[in-house]
């Protein structure tokens, strides 16, 4: 069976994070030639090891636009254009609705929001006909949680965006969708090993959702929000 993603240029910010490293290895199963950015330095290392012939590293964070700019012009020096962009650096802090300062709020929105929007605002120029944007974004289908306001208000923000950037970036072909990983319900007689493993199956659905939203399968599909329930057991 063909690669999906063969020599497909691939950006993922937040490449450490908690579904990150899934997406990554998933790519590279599929031929990409892929860009990691993030904060954990060691993390990005393993992680291009394994395919070091197909990975830049770049080491930094959504919030600081010198790091971002970085990403951007380095990325455009080694490969040029852009066929995938995956803004998933995300922060996921609970809060009570007395810790909920300004302060508190906005540095969630600067990660969660502001963060994943300049990323695509300074590769915009550079994503080529056809590229996919795929963004994280939060499910409200499960039980809402205490203290995760901010947090969910923030990915709702950027649903809306993302609605409103295949808009405006349809007459070039290029579409852009969200993934809304559910939740895991939590489980008060569940083991660590257990908790670990459906983390992992997880992260592998969220993974190939993605790797179905960044193909060619979903050449018609734009302005979407698909939501990965998994696992259940």
Known sequence: ??????????????????LGPAVVQRFLAEGAKVVLFGRNRPRLDELAALAPARVLVLEGDVTNAADVENLVGTTVRRFGGVDVLVPAAGIR??????????????????????GALEVVRLFQRHLNAGASIVFLTHTTRSAPRDGL???????????????????????????????????????????????????????????????????????GVSGQELVVEGPLA
Do not use: W, Y
């Open 93 to 114: 802090r609970a809060a009570s609705i007395e810790e909920c300062t300004p302060d508190f709020v906005s540095g969630t929105f600067a990660v969660n929001f502001q």
């Open 1 to 18: 069976m063909p690669q999906r993603l063969l020599n497909k240029i691939t950006v993922i910010s937040g490449a450490t994070g908690e």
């Open 149 to 219: 306001g901010p947090f969910a208000a923030s990915k709702a923000a950027l649903a809306s965006l993302a609605k409103s950037l295949a808009a405006e970036l349809a007459p070039r072909c290029i579409r852009v969708n969200c993934l809304a990983p559910a939740m895991l319900p939590e489980r008060a007689d569940e083991d660590a090993a257990t908790q670990a493993r459906r983390k992992q199956q997880r992260a592998l659905h969220v993974a190939e959702t993605i790797l179905f939203l960044a193909s060619d399968e979903s050449a």
